[in-house]
């Protein structure tokens, strides 16, 4: 009675990146309520600096009552429906990022186009680049929801750019060209490459020299790059973020056309329940096309003038963007310090909301079926949500992303603590009581386990 992409199972809703989730929901934290709780790690939300927003909020009371200089702009939001977006808020933003970026590069508001989130941005460049069954190459791991984003109701395919701890996971010429080999070999034609910057999940930013390897290769093959940089505003440390509009503002041959950048203020602003995503691209093609597809997930007025409003009090966001870094570098440390003391080692990271954990010296058989068994003692004895490699298409088992910004201290404390019982128990946790669901769990390690000699998902 439905269609058939409706009835088709491919929105990636049973990966071991989704389950994790519905596990917590059934049994969530409470450090009073449920103290033997599921911790949430799984979640990449920014709760670190609510109070700096919350605090402008109660400075400025007349944007809650939609009101400019005393006088109500109550009617004029209600009507508008353009688009477009508001003009105010479109400059704010633009000028926004230009600041996440020291105003290393700048941004043109007409090149905007606005976007129910980060999601949406990414699905509506996909229909603007590539037709059903053309693929965008990706560098693995790669974040799990890309599978849903990309390629459920679009028709395109991934195919994955394959990454090594090797070399601590950096693009190399010879991985992009591998990864086209094998999709020509699958008959598919490649449109693009589409990477994150700052990695989710590695919480890395890439070189300068990764950022020029890409460039070539889309002018070599004449394809689209996009450069998802939700977490721009993210890096704490070294070495320093580098977009993309930096690169290519430098080069001589002409590759404006084919880069496309996409923003949201659900990171860097902790702001996912605004919906605020946005695509810059100077493809005057792909801007008009993206445009009229964005009438299908518009970001409402009140909310573009509350945040125009904000972005546009240059005191507040060059104060905001100092003090997020810090405590993201602060809890960022807290982390890899606490995974430290219990001998778990973290790739080196500089920027994100999580970090790339290295638990292979944990696994019982060094296979992804070896993976699914340690993140589910994990999940189930030791009580944490958090994120297994395979999920996010890493081709070595034992990697986990686990996240640390949407929690508090105490929180954190009480995971590494659950953490560190775990290991020194040899892997024989007490968590929270979630055996009752063990069985169903089981079934799907059973149906999520990759074979031994399995290199590409």
Not at 6 to 13: I, K, L, P
Not at 37 to 43: A, C, S, V
Not at 275 to 283: P, V
Request: one cysteine or more; a negative charge; aromatic letters at 10%.
């Amino acid at each position: 009675m439905v269609s058939s992409k409706a009835a088709r199972n491919s929105h990636g809703q049973d990966s071991s990146y989704f389950l994790g989730w519905q596990e917590y929901e059934k049994n969530p934290y409470h450090p009073t309520n449920n103290p033997s709780g599921i911790i949430q790690m799984g979640l990449a939300e920014n709760q670190l600096s609510f109070d700096q927003i919350e605090s402008w909020l109660e400075s400025n009371p007349d944007v809650l009552g939609l009101k400019h200089d005393g006088a109500s702009v109550f009617r004029e939001l209600a009507l508008f429906q353009d688009y477009h977006g508001l003009p105010t808020f479109k400059n704010a933003l633009a000028e926004f990022m230009a600041e996440l970026r020291e105003n290393k590069v700048q941004f043109d508001p007409s090149n905007i186009v606005l976007t129910a989130g980060a999601t949406s941005a990414n699905e509506i460049l996909m229909f603007c680049l590539a037709d059903p069954g053309d693929a965008f190459l990706v560098p693995t791991p790669y974040y799990p929801g890309f599978d849903r984003d990309l390629k459920w109701r679009t028709g395109a395919e991934i195919v994955p750019i394959h990454c090594s701890s090797s070399n601590n996971f950096k693009i190399t010429k010879s991985a992009l060209e591998e990864a086209c080999e094998r999709a020509q070999k699958k008959k598919l034609r490649v449109k693009g490459v589409l990477v994150t910057n700052p990695s989710n999940p590695l919480g890395t930013t890439l070189t300068r020299h990764e950022l020029e390897i890409l460039v070539d290769f889309i002018c070599a093959k004449r394809i689209h790059l996009i450069s998802d940089e939700i977490y721009s505003g993210t890096c704490f440390g070294i070495p320093e973020f580098i977009s993309i509009a930096e690169v290519i503002g430098g080069r001589i041959d002409d590759v404006e056309d084919q880069v496309h950048i996409v923003y949201s203020l659900s990171k860097d602003l902790g702001l996912p329940g605004f919906r605020i995503g946005a695509i810059y691209s100077s493809n005057k093609a792909v801007i008009s096309a993206a445009t009229k597809m964005s009438s299908f997930g518009l970001i409402s007025s009140q909310t573009q003038y509350l945040l125009a409003m904000l972005l546009s009090d240059k005191h507040f966001t060059a104060s905001y963007i100092s003090e997020n870094k810090r405590r993201i570098k602060i809890r960022h440390d807290q982390l890899v310090e606490g995974l430290a003391d219990v001998g778990i080692p973290c790739l080196e990271s500089n920027a994100g909301l999580f970090c790339w954990v290295d638990m292979r010296h944990l696994l019982d058989k060094n296979t992804f079926t070896g993976e699914m068994e340690l993140w589910k003692k994990i999940v189930y004895d030791v009580g944490l949500n958090v994120s297994p490699g395979s999920s996010c298409h890493c081709t070595e088992p034992g990697w986990f992303r686990v996240c640390f910004a949407n929690m508090s201290t105490e929180t954190l404390d009480v995971a590494m603590q659950r953490l560190a019982s775990f290991v020194e128990s040899g892997g024989q946790g007490e968590g929270p009581k979630g055996s009752r669901g063990l069985k169903k769990l089981m079934y799907w390690v059973r149906q999520l386990s990759l074979a031994d000699d399995r290199t590409e998902r």
